[in-house]
Protein backbone atom coordinates (compact mmCIF):
# COMPACT_ATOMS: atom_id res chain seq x y z
CA UNK A 1 0.00 0.00 0.00
CA UNK A 2 1.45 3.72 -1.21
CA UNK A 3 1.89 5.99 1.70
CA UNK A 4 1.44 9.33 2.25
CA UNK A 5 4.66 11.87 2.75
CA UNK A 6 3.59 11.78 6.62
CA UNK A 7 3.98 8.13 6.42
CA UNK A 8 0.03 7.45 7.13
CA UNK A 9 -0.93 4.69 4.55
CA UNK A 10 -3.68 5.63 1.28
CA UNK A 11 -6.39 3.57 0.80
CA UNK A 12 -6.34 1.33 -2.33
CA UNK A 13 -9.16 3.06 -5.08
CA UNK A 14 -11.90 1.34 -5.92
CA UNK A 15 -11.81 0.72 -9.34
CA UNK A 16 -15.16 0.30 -10.19
CA UNK A 17 -15.97 3.49 -8.54
CA UNK A 18 -13.01 5.29 -10.64
CA UNK A 19 -14.40 4.28 -13.99
CA UNK A 20 -17.45 5.84 -12.62
CA UNK A 21 -16.00 8.58 -12.11
CA UNK A 22 -14.02 8.66 -14.98
CA UNK A 23 -17.70 7.95 -17.25
CA UNK A 24 -19.53 10.55 -15.63
CA UNK A 25 -17.11 13.76 -16.10
CA UNK A 26 -17.19 12.33 -19.71
CA UNK A 27 -20.55 12.48 -20.01
CA UNK A 28 -20.71 15.86 -18.39
CA UNK A 29 -18.83 17.86 -20.30
CA UNK A 30 -19.68 21.17 -21.28
CA UNK A 31 -20.27 20.86 -24.48
CA UNK A 32 -22.43 17.57 -23.83
CA UNK A 33 -24.47 19.48 -21.33
CA UNK A 34 -24.55 22.44 -23.02
CA UNK A 35 -25.31 21.17 -26.43
CA UNK A 36 -28.28 18.85 -24.89
CA UNK A 37 -29.85 22.17 -23.56
CA UNK A 38 -29.85 24.08 -26.65
CA UNK A 39 -31.54 20.98 -28.61
CA UNK A 40 -33.90 20.58 -25.93
CA UNK A 41 -34.57 24.54 -26.02
CA UNK A 42 -35.03 24.25 -30.13
CA UNK A 43 -37.65 21.27 -29.91
CA UNK A 44 -39.27 23.41 -27.62
CA UNK A 45 -39.50 26.32 -29.03
CA UNK A 46 -40.89 24.08 -32.21
CA UNK A 47 -43.03 22.47 -29.77
CA UNK A 48 -44.56 25.83 -28.79
CA UNK A 49 -44.43 27.98 -32.13
CA UNK A 50 -48.27 28.22 -32.20
CA UNK A 51 -48.32 29.69 -28.58
CA UNK A 52 -49.31 33.42 -28.37
CA UNK A 53 -52.05 34.40 -25.57
CA UNK A 54 -54.46 37.20 -25.95
CA UNK A 55 -52.42 39.69 -23.51
CA UNK A 56 -49.59 40.88 -25.92
CA UNK A 57 -52.01 42.14 -28.32
CA UNK A 58 -52.65 44.87 -25.71
CA UNK A 59 -49.02 46.10 -26.01
CA UNK A 60 -48.74 45.84 -29.40
CA UNK A 61 -51.82 47.82 -29.55
CA UNK A 62 -50.13 50.82 -27.71
CA UNK A 63 -47.06 50.01 -29.59
CA UNK A 64 -48.63 50.48 -32.99
CA UNK A 65 -50.41 53.96 -31.67
CA UNK A 66 -47.07 55.45 -30.58
CA UNK A 67 -45.21 54.57 -33.70
CA UNK A 68 -48.56 56.03 -36.15
CA UNK A 69 -49.88 58.62 -33.70
CA UNK A 70 -46.90 59.18 -30.92
CA UNK A 71 -49.60 58.44 -28.65
CA UNK A 72 -48.57 55.63 -26.12
CA UNK A 73 -52.35 54.81 -25.44
CA UNK A 74 -54.70 52.10 -26.11
CA UNK A 75 -57.43 54.41 -27.26
CA UNK A 76 -56.46 57.29 -28.68
CA UNK A 77 -56.92 59.99 -26.19
CA UNK A 78 -57.52 58.05 -23.13
CA UNK A 79 -54.13 58.09 -21.64
CA UNK A 80 -54.75 54.75 -18.94
CA UNK A 81 -51.30 52.40 -18.60
CA UNK A 82 -52.89 49.24 -19.06
CA UNK A 83 -49.38 47.06 -19.86
CA UNK A 84 -47.38 46.33 -17.18
CA UNK A 85 -43.72 45.95 -19.97
CA UNK A 86 -42.81 49.15 -20.96
CA UNK A 87 -39.34 48.44 -22.02
CA UNK A 88 -40.39 45.16 -24.12
CA UNK A 89 -43.12 47.70 -25.42
CA UNK A 90 -41.01 50.30 -26.42
CA UNK A 91 -38.52 47.53 -27.90
CA UNK A 92 -40.82 46.30 -29.42
CA UNK A 93 -42.54 49.69 -31.27
CA UNK A 94 -38.53 50.33 -32.21
CA UNK A 95 -38.77 47.32 -34.60
CA UNK A 96 -42.12 47.93 -35.61
CA UNK A 97 -40.98 51.30 -36.82
CA UNK A 98 -38.76 49.91 -38.86
CA UNK A 99 -41.25 47.64 -40.99
CA UNK A 100 -41.41 44.20 -38.80
CA UNK A 101 -44.70 42.66 -38.27
CA UNK A 102 -45.54 43.71 -34.98
CA UNK A 103 -45.93 39.92 -33.56
CA UNK A 104 -42.30 39.09 -34.89
CA UNK A 105 -40.99 42.38 -33.62
CA UNK A 106 -42.01 40.98 -29.80
CA UNK A 107 -40.92 37.88 -30.75
CA UNK A 108 -37.53 38.98 -31.80
CA UNK A 109 -37.16 41.10 -29.05
CA UNK A 110 -37.47 37.90 -26.52
CA UNK A 111 -35.03 36.25 -28.50
CA UNK A 112 -32.26 38.88 -28.10
CA UNK A 113 -33.05 38.50 -24.37
CA UNK A 114 -32.90 35.38 -24.33
CA UNK A 115 -29.20 35.44 -26.31
CA UNK A 116 -28.23 37.76 -23.03
CA UNK A 117 -29.43 35.49 -20.47
CA UNK A 118 -27.19 32.89 -22.19
CA UNK A 119 -24.42 34.63 -22.79
CA UNK A 120 -24.66 36.49 -18.76
CA UNK A 121 -25.30 33.08 -17.32
CA UNK A 122 -22.18 31.44 -19.27
CA UNK A 123 -19.81 33.93 -18.07
CA UNK A 124 -20.99 33.80 -14.82
CA UNK A 125 -21.51 30.59 -13.98
CA UNK A 126 -17.62 29.48 -15.08
CA UNK A 127 -16.51 32.60 -13.06
CA UNK A 128 -18.14 30.42 -10.16
CA UNK A 129 -16.70 27.28 -10.66
CA UNK A 130 -12.29 26.13 -11.11
CA UNK A 131 -11.06 26.11 -14.18
CA UNK A 132 -11.06 21.90 -14.36
CA UNK A 133 -14.82 22.16 -13.05
CA UNK A 134 -16.35 23.54 -16.30
CA UNK A 135 -18.71 20.83 -16.98
CA UNK A 136 -20.96 22.34 -13.02
CA UNK A 137 -21.16 25.54 -15.18
CA UNK A 138 -22.43 23.41 -18.03
CA UNK A 139 -25.18 21.35 -15.47
CA UNK A 140 -26.11 24.75 -15.11
CA UNK A 141 -26.72 25.76 -18.14
CA UNK A 142 -28.41 22.72 -19.06
CA UNK A 143 -30.79 23.02 -16.35
CA UNK A 144 -31.59 26.66 -17.37
CA UNK A 145 -31.90 25.88 -21.19
CA UNK A 146 -34.32 22.64 -20.41
CA UNK A 147 -37.18 24.66 -18.79
CA UNK A 148 -39.85 24.86 -20.98
CA UNK A 149 -41.83 28.18 -20.11
CA UNK A 150 -38.29 29.88 -21.27
CA UNK A 151 -39.04 28.40 -24.69
CA UNK A 152 -42.70 29.28 -24.57
CA UNK A 153 -41.98 33.04 -23.81
CA UNK A 154 -39.57 33.12 -26.29
CA UNK A 155 -42.63 32.89 -28.40
CA UNK A 156 -45.20 34.16 -26.37
CA UNK A 157 -44.88 38.11 -27.00
CA UNK A 158 -44.84 38.90 -23.52
CA UNK A 159 -41.91 39.99 -21.32
CA UNK A 160 -40.87 37.09 -19.14
CA UNK A 161 -37.44 36.62 -20.97
CA UNK A 162 -36.26 39.76 -21.20
CA UNK A 163 -36.78 40.38 -17.39
CA UNK A 164 -35.19 37.36 -16.47
CA UNK A 165 -32.21 38.21 -19.07
CA UNK A 166 -31.53 41.71 -17.18
CA UNK A 167 -31.69 40.17 -13.83
CA UNK A 168 -29.64 37.42 -14.50
CA UNK A 169 -26.77 40.54 -16.29
CA UNK A 170 -27.37 42.26 -13.32
CA UNK A 171 -26.51 39.76 -10.63
CA UNK A 172 -23.97 38.17 -13.05
CA UNK A 173 -22.21 41.85 -12.99
CA UNK A 174 -22.73 41.53 -8.84
CA UNK A 175 -21.13 37.99 -8.44
CA UNK A 176 -17.85 38.28 -10.79
CA UNK A 177 -16.88 42.50 -9.43
CA UNK A 178 -13.16 42.99 -8.87
CA UNK A 179 -12.15 45.64 -6.91
CA UNK A 180 -9.85 47.35 -9.71
CA UNK A 181 -13.52 47.23 -12.01
CA UNK A 182 -16.17 47.18 -9.35
CA UNK A 183 -17.28 50.70 -10.46
CA UNK A 184 -17.86 49.43 -13.97
CA UNK A 185 -19.57 46.37 -12.99
CA UNK A 186 -21.50 47.88 -10.21
CA UNK A 187 -22.51 50.38 -12.50
CA UNK A 188 -23.55 47.90 -15.51
CA UNK A 189 -25.48 46.02 -12.55
CA UNK A 190 -27.39 48.95 -11.61
CA UNK A 191 -28.18 49.87 -15.42
CA UNK A 192 -29.56 45.93 -15.74
CA UNK A 193 -31.49 46.16 -12.68
CA UNK A 194 -33.33 49.55 -13.44
CA UNK A 195 -33.68 47.97 -17.26
CA UNK A 196 -35.33 45.31 -15.55
CA UNK A 197 -38.13 47.53 -13.57
CA UNK A 198 -38.88 49.11 -16.46
CA UNK A 199 -39.50 46.10 -18.08
CA UNK A 200 -41.97 44.88 -15.35
CA UNK A 201 -42.48 46.49 -12.44
CA UNK A 202 -42.76 43.94 -9.36
CA UNK A 203 -38.99 42.84 -10.91
CA UNK A 204 -37.91 45.21 -8.01
CA UNK A 205 -38.84 43.12 -5.66
CA UNK A 206 -36.05 40.52 -6.95
CA UNK A 207 -33.81 43.70 -8.17
CA UNK A 208 -34.11 45.13 -4.38
CA UNK A 209 -33.38 42.04 -2.83
CA UNK A 210 -30.07 41.35 -4.69
CA UNK A 211 -28.84 44.51 -4.10
CA UNK A 212 -29.49 44.87 -0.48
CA UNK A 213 -28.27 41.03 -0.08
CA UNK A 214 -24.80 41.75 -2.03
CA UNK A 215 -24.48 44.52 0.76
CA UNK A 216 -24.25 41.43 3.50
CA UNK A 217 -22.22 39.15 0.66
CA UNK A 218 -19.19 41.61 0.41
CA UNK A 219 -16.58 42.04 2.62
CA UNK A 220 -14.86 44.99 4.40
CA UNK A 221 -16.32 47.84 6.91
CA UNK A 222 -19.81 48.94 7.06
CA UNK A 223 -18.91 52.09 4.83
CA UNK A 224 -16.61 50.22 2.18
CA UNK A 225 -19.90 47.94 1.37
CA UNK A 226 -22.09 50.59 1.46
CA UNK A 227 -20.30 52.62 -0.92
CA UNK A 228 -20.27 49.45 -3.14
CA UNK A 229 -23.75 48.93 -3.08
CA UNK A 230 -24.74 52.34 -3.53
CA UNK A 231 -23.63 52.07 -7.20
CA UNK A 232 -25.45 49.94 -8.04
CA UNK A 233 -28.60 51.19 -6.40
CA UNK A 234 -28.16 54.61 -7.19
CA UNK A 235 -27.75 53.67 -11.09
CA UNK A 236 -31.18 51.68 -10.71
CA UNK A 237 -32.47 54.17 -8.44
CA UNK A 238 -32.32 56.42 -11.33
CA UNK A 239 -33.39 54.91 -14.33
CA UNK A 240 -36.65 54.20 -11.97
CA UNK A 241 -37.15 57.36 -10.48
CA UNK A 242 -37.15 58.67 -14.20
CA UNK A 243 -39.47 56.71 -15.51
CA UNK A 244 -41.66 56.92 -12.09
CA UNK A 245 -41.92 60.91 -13.35
CA UNK A 246 -42.99 60.24 -16.51
CA UNK A 247 -45.27 58.12 -15.94
CA UNK A 248 -46.79 60.40 -13.43
CA UNK A 249 -46.42 63.32 -15.67
CA UNK A 250 -47.93 61.01 -18.68
CA UNK A 251 -50.70 58.82 -16.96
CA UNK A 252 -51.33 60.37 -13.92
CA UNK A 253 -50.51 56.94 -12.19
CA UNK A 254 -47.63 55.99 -9.76
CA UNK A 255 -48.48 52.42 -10.65
CA UNK A 256 -49.95 50.59 -14.17
CA UNK A 257 -53.19 50.27 -14.09
CA UNK A 258 -53.08 46.73 -14.33
CA UNK A 259 -51.72 46.79 -10.81
CA UNK A 260 -55.49 48.26 -9.40
CA UNK A 261 -57.01 44.45 -11.58
CA UNK A 262 -54.60 42.30 -9.92
CA UNK A 263 -54.16 43.19 -6.65
CA UNK A 264 -56.92 45.53 -5.75
CA UNK A 265 -59.05 42.31 -4.77
CA UNK A 266 -59.40 41.05 -1.74
CA UNK A 267 -56.67 38.76 -0.64
CA UNK A 268 -58.58 35.60 -0.07
CA UNK A 269 -59.67 35.71 -3.60
CA UNK A 270 -56.45 36.44 -4.87
CA UNK A 271 -54.66 33.70 -2.45
CA UNK A 272 -56.36 30.14 -3.11
CA UNK A 273 -55.14 30.53 -6.95
CA UNK A 274 -51.52 31.31 -5.78
CA UNK A 275 -51.20 28.45 -3.75
CA UNK A 276 -52.10 25.97 -7.07
CA UNK A 277 -49.57 28.84 -9.01
CA UNK A 278 -46.89 27.68 -6.80
CA UNK A 279 -47.69 23.79 -7.81
CA UNK A 280 -47.20 24.40 -11.22
CA UNK A 281 -44.18 26.84 -11.07
CA UNK A 282 -42.13 23.88 -8.93
CA UNK A 283 -43.86 21.65 -12.18
CA UNK A 284 -43.13 23.60 -15.07
CA UNK A 285 -39.86 24.70 -13.44
CA UNK A 286 -38.05 22.45 -11.61
CA UNK A 287 -34.65 24.16 -11.38
CA UNK A 288 -36.42 26.31 -8.58
CA UNK A 289 -37.02 22.86 -6.74
CA UNK A 290 -33.61 21.40 -7.80
CA UNK A 291 -31.63 24.64 -6.85
CA UNK A 292 -33.31 25.11 -3.26
CA UNK A 293 -32.81 20.90 -2.39
CA UNK A 294 -29.02 22.03 -3.60
CA UNK A 295 -28.80 24.82 -0.94
CA UNK A 296 -30.77 23.28 1.91
CA UNK A 297 -27.96 20.43 1.42
CA UNK A 298 -25.29 22.66 1.62
CA UNK A 299 -26.80 24.23 4.82
CA UNK A 300 -26.50 20.66 6.64
CA UNK A 301 -23.32 20.24 5.45
CA UNK A 302 -22.07 23.15 6.32
CA UNK A 303 -20.90 24.39 3.21
CA UNK A 304 -23.26 27.03 2.24
CA UNK A 305 -21.85 30.44 1.28
CA UNK A 306 -23.10 33.97 1.82
CA UNK A 307 -23.89 34.05 -1.86
CA UNK A 308 -25.79 30.92 -1.67
CA UNK A 309 -28.08 32.46 1.06
CA UNK A 310 -28.35 35.67 -0.88
CA UNK A 311 -29.60 33.64 -3.83
CA UNK A 312 -32.02 31.49 -1.71
CA UNK A 313 -33.03 34.07 0.76
CA UNK A 314 -34.19 36.19 -2.91
CA UNK A 315 -35.72 33.12 -4.00
CA UNK A 316 -37.88 32.94 -1.53
CA UNK A 317 -39.21 36.53 -1.27
CA UNK A 318 -40.03 36.55 -4.94
CA UNK A 319 -41.91 33.36 -4.20
CA UNK A 320 -43.88 35.01 -1.07
CA UNK A 321 -44.90 38.22 -3.28
CA UNK A 322 -46.78 35.81 -6.07
CA UNK A 323 -48.05 33.98 -3.54
CA UNK A 324 -49.34 37.42 -1.98
CA UNK A 325 -50.31 38.84 -5.50
CA UNK A 326 -52.34 35.49 -6.60
CA UNK A 327 -50.05 34.20 -9.16
CA UNK A 328 -51.31 34.76 -12.98
CA UNK A 329 -54.31 33.25 -14.92
CA UNK A 330 -51.24 32.49 -17.84
CA UNK A 331 -49.74 29.29 -18.88
CA UNK A 332 -46.38 29.14 -18.98
CA UNK A 333 -45.66 30.78 -14.88
CA UNK A 334 -44.46 33.90 -16.29
CA UNK A 335 -44.47 35.10 -12.72
CA UNK A 336 -41.52 32.69 -11.97
CA UNK A 337 -39.64 33.30 -14.97
CA UNK A 338 -37.59 35.80 -13.76
CA UNK A 339 -35.99 34.02 -11.87
CA UNK A 340 -34.63 31.56 -13.56
CA UNK A 341 -31.16 32.93 -13.95
CA UNK A 342 -30.98 33.29 -10.20
CA UNK A 343 -31.74 29.67 -9.72
CA UNK A 344 -29.06 28.56 -12.73
CA UNK A 345 -26.55 30.30 -10.86
CA UNK A 346 -27.41 29.14 -7.17
CA UNK A 347 -27.39 25.38 -8.51
CA UNK A 348 -23.66 26.32 -9.93
CA UNK A 349 -22.49 28.01 -6.77
CA UNK A 350 -23.93 24.92 -4.59
CA UNK A 351 -22.48 22.28 -7.11
CA UNK A 352 -19.16 23.90 -6.83
CA UNK A 353 -19.04 23.85 -3.10
CA UNK A 354 -19.90 20.16 -3.15
CA UNK A 355 -17.35 17.85 -2.37
CA UNK A 356 -16.05 15.61 -5.67
CA UNK A 357 -17.91 12.53 -5.83
CA UNK A 358 -21.24 14.01 -4.33
CA UNK A 359 -20.78 16.81 -6.72
CA UNK A 360 -21.02 14.27 -9.55
CA UNK A 361 -23.93 12.08 -8.29
CA UNK A 362 -25.80 15.54 -7.70
CA UNK A 363 -24.53 16.63 -10.89
CA UNK A 364 -25.91 13.85 -12.84
CA UNK A 365 -29.27 14.32 -10.93
CA UNK A 366 -29.23 17.52 -12.09
CA UNK A 367 -29.17 16.37 -15.44
CA UNK A 368 -31.58 13.90 -15.18
CA UNK A 369 -34.01 16.20 -13.84
CA UNK A 370 -33.73 18.55 -16.58
CA UNK A 371 -34.31 16.22 -19.34
CA UNK A 372 -36.94 14.36 -17.68
CA UNK A 373 -38.99 17.87 -17.28
CA UNK A 374 -38.24 18.71 -20.62
CA UNK A 375 -39.44 15.33 -21.88
CA UNK A 376 -42.88 15.33 -20.12
CA UNK A 377 -43.27 19.10 -21.02
CA UNK A 378 -46.89 19.26 -22.80
CA UNK A 379 -46.24 22.44 -25.27
CA UNK A 380 -48.89 24.45 -25.32
CA UNK A 381 -52.05 24.84 -27.87
CA UNK A 382 -52.74 28.23 -29.41
CA UNK A 383 -55.12 30.38 -27.64
CA UNK A 384 -58.25 30.23 -28.87
CA UNK A 385 -59.33 33.53 -27.73
CA UNK A 386 -55.79 34.86 -30.07
CA UNK A 387 -57.20 32.61 -33.16
CA UNK A 388 -61.22 33.88 -32.89
CA UNK A 389 -60.72 37.39 -31.32
CA UNK A 390 -58.28 37.84 -34.43
CA UNK A 391 -61.35 36.88 -36.99
CA UNK A 392 -64.10 38.94 -34.89
CA UNK A 393 -61.55 41.88 -34.94
CA UNK A 394 -61.17 41.65 -38.54
CA UNK A 395 -65.17 40.88 -39.47
CA UNK A 396 -65.47 44.69 -37.16
CA UNK A 397 -62.78 45.73 -39.27
CA UNK A 398 -64.66 45.93 -41.96
CA UNK A 399 -68.76 46.03 -41.26
CA UNK A 400 -68.41 49.21 -38.53
CA UNK A 401 -68.17 53.09 -38.88
CA UNK A 402 -64.63 53.87 -37.66
CA UNK A 403 -64.51 55.28 -34.20
CA UNK A 404 -67.59 52.39 -32.97
CA UNK A 405 -67.61 51.76 -29.46
CA UNK A 406 -67.52 48.38 -28.77
CA UNK A 407 -67.55 47.09 -25.02
CA UNK A 408 -65.86 43.21 -24.43
CA UNK A 409 -63.53 41.53 -22.40
CA UNK A 410 -60.94 39.86 -24.79
CA UNK A 411 -58.97 43.46 -24.94
CA UNK A 412 -56.30 42.15 -27.27
CA UNK A 413 -57.12 40.28 -30.36
CA UNK A 414 -60.06 41.74 -31.13
CA UNK A 415 -58.80 45.68 -30.70
CA UNK A 416 -55.58 44.49 -32.26
CA UNK A 417 -57.00 43.56 -35.31
CA UNK A 418 -59.59 46.19 -35.73
CA UNK A 419 -57.20 49.52 -35.29
CA UNK A 420 -60.27 52.03 -36.26
CA UNK A 421 -62.56 51.08 -33.41
CA UNK A 422 -62.56 52.06 -29.74
CA UNK A 423 -63.11 49.71 -27.09
CA UNK A 424 -64.36 49.41 -23.71
CA UNK A 425 -62.17 46.81 -21.39
CA UNK A 426 -64.97 45.44 -19.25
CA UNK A 427 -61.70 43.87 -16.90
CA UNK A 428 -60.60 46.76 -16.53
CA UNK A 429 -56.82 46.40 -17.59
CA UNK A 430 -57.28 49.34 -19.98
CA UNK A 431 -59.80 51.17 -18.63
CA UNK A 432 -58.89 53.29 -14.82
CA UNK A 433 -63.02 53.26 -13.69
CA UNK A 434 -63.13 49.83 -13.78
CA UNK A 435 -60.40 48.78 -12.32
CA UNK A 436 -60.26 50.96 -9.19
CA UNK A 437 -63.85 49.96 -8.44
CA UNK A 438 -63.95 49.47 -4.50
CA UNK A 439 -65.75 48.01 -2.96
CA UNK A 440 -65.94 45.30 -5.29
CA UNK A 441 -68.66 42.63 -4.80
CA UNK A 442 -67.34 38.54 -5.27
CA UNK A 443 -70.79 37.20 -7.32
CA UNK A 444 -69.11 35.60 -10.15
CA UNK A 445 -67.42 31.71 -9.69
CA UNK A 446 -64.63 33.56 -12.77
CA UNK A 447 -63.69 36.27 -10.63
CA UNK A 448 -61.30 34.33 -8.64
CA UNK A 449 -59.55 33.62 -11.76
CA UNK A 450 -56.63 36.14 -11.11
CA UNK A 451 -57.22 39.59 -13.66
CA UNK A 452 -60.65 38.73 -14.21
CA UNK A 453 -62.50 39.84 -11.08
CA UNK A 454 -63.02 43.65 -11.88
CA UNK A 455 -65.95 44.58 -13.49
CA UNK A 456 -68.95 47.75 -13.53
CA UNK A 457 -72.03 47.10 -15.28
CA UNK A 458 -73.40 50.55 -14.57
CA UNK A 459 -70.18 52.52 -16.39
CA UNK A 460 -70.14 50.51 -18.89
CA UNK A 461 -73.64 51.48 -19.77
CA UNK A 462 -73.34 54.68 -19.25
CA UNK A 463 -70.62 54.83 -22.27
CA UNK A 464 -72.92 53.60 -24.52
CA UNK A 465 -71.08 51.28 -26.80
CA UNK A 466 -72.53 50.46 -29.65
CA UNK A 467 -71.52 46.67 -29.39
CA UNK A 468 -71.33 44.53 -25.97
CA UNK A 469 -69.63 41.24 -26.31
CA UNK A 470 -70.47 39.26 -22.59
CA UNK A 471 -67.77 36.43 -21.80
CA UNK A 472 -65.30 35.12 -24.18
CA UNK A 473 -64.09 36.62 -27.44
CA UNK A 474 -67.25 35.04 -29.63
CA UNK A 475 -70.04 35.99 -27.02
CA UNK A 476 -71.88 34.47 -25.01
CA UNK A 477 -76.08 34.77 -24.40
CA UNK A 478 -77.24 37.09 -22.20
CA UNK A 479 -78.52 33.96 -20.32
CA UNK A 480 -74.92 33.16 -19.47
CA UNK A 481 -73.01 35.75 -17.85
CA UNK A 482 -69.06 35.21 -17.25
CA UNK A 483 -67.52 37.44 -15.54
CA UNK A 484 -68.88 40.98 -13.11
CA UNK A 485 -69.31 43.46 -15.77
CA UNK A 486 -71.74 40.75 -18.25
CA UNK A 487 -74.02 39.90 -15.14
CA UNK A 488 -74.30 43.86 -13.95
CA UNK A 489 -75.63 44.80 -17.14
CA UNK A 490 -77.72 42.07 -17.89
CA UNK A 491 -79.59 42.54 -14.40
CA UNK A 492 -79.42 46.55 -15.67
CA UNK A 493 -82.90 47.46 -16.98
CA UNK A 494 -81.58 49.60 -19.52
CA UNK A 495 -80.21 46.44 -21.47
CA UNK A 496 -83.44 45.11 -21.76
CA UNK A 497 -84.82 48.14 -23.30
CA UNK A 498 -82.18 49.22 -25.69
CA UNK A 499 -79.54 46.36 -26.67
CA UNK A 500 -81.15 43.24 -29.08
CA UNK A 501 -79.07 40.27 -29.03
CA UNK A 502 -77.32 39.45 -32.74
CA UNK A 503 -75.59 36.77 -34.45
CA UNK A 504 -72.97 36.73 -37.32
CA UNK A 505 -71.13 33.71 -38.64
CA UNK A 506 -67.52 34.05 -39.78
CA UNK A 507 -66.36 30.83 -41.98
CA UNK A 508 -62.46 30.60 -41.77
CA UNK A 509 -59.72 28.50 -43.10
CA UNK A 510 -59.18 25.56 -40.72
CA UNK A 511 -55.31 25.90 -41.33
CA UNK A 512 -55.41 29.41 -40.04
CA UNK A 513 -56.19 27.83 -36.59
CA UNK A 514 -53.27 26.60 -36.08
CA UNK A 515 -53.40 24.15 -32.99
CA UNK A 516 -55.98 26.08 -31.22
CA UNK A 517 -58.79 24.26 -29.74
CA UNK A 518 -61.78 23.62 -32.49
CA UNK A 519 -64.54 26.35 -33.09
CA UNK A 520 -67.52 25.88 -35.27
CA UNK A 521 -66.55 26.55 -38.97
CA UNK A 522 -68.10 28.94 -39.23
CA UNK A 523 -67.74 30.57 -36.18
CA UNK A 524 -70.48 31.58 -33.91
CA UNK A 525 -70.64 34.85 -33.22
CA UNK A 526 -72.85 36.69 -30.44
CA UNK A 527 -73.40 40.35 -29.79
CA UNK A 528 -75.71 42.55 -28.50
CA UNK A 529 -76.47 45.79 -30.52
CA UNK A 530 -77.65 48.83 -29.29
CA UNK A 531 -80.86 50.19 -30.37
CA UNK A 532 -81.67 53.33 -28.23
CA UNK A 533 -80.08 56.72 -28.90
CA UNK A 534 -76.75 57.42 -27.75
Not at 21 to 32: D, Y
Not at 152 to 178: F, N, R, Y
Not at 295 to 323: D, F
Request: with cysteine; charged share 15%; glycine share 10%.
Amino acid sequence: MPAKPDGAAVPPRDPVQSRWQSLATALLRPAWTIGLGFALLALALYSNLDFLPDDPMISLRYARHLIQYGALEWNLGERVEGYTNFLHVMLSAGLMALGVDPILSARLVNVAAAALLTGALWYGMQRLTARDEEWVAGVGMLVVLSCAPLAMWIVGGLEGVLVAALQAAGLVCLVTAKPAESHLKLWIAGLCFGLAVLTRPDAAIIAGALMAGWFFVTRGSVRQRLVIAAQAALVAGAIVLAHLLWRYSYYGDLVPNTFYVKVGVPFDVRFPNALGYLRTGLVQLPVILVALCLYALAVVEKTATRLMSMLAVTIGIHIAYVLWAGGDHMPGVRMYLQLLGIVGMLVVACLAATPGDQRLIRGAVCVIVAGGSAAVAVPERGDPATFVGGLIGRHLASTEIPGTLVALSTAGSVPYHAPGLRFVDMLGLTDRTIARRNPLPILMHWQRLPGHAKGDGAYVLSRKPALIFFGPAEGFSADSPRFLTDKEIVDHPEFARCYRMETVDIPYDPKDAGSAPPRPNPLRVVMYRRTCAT
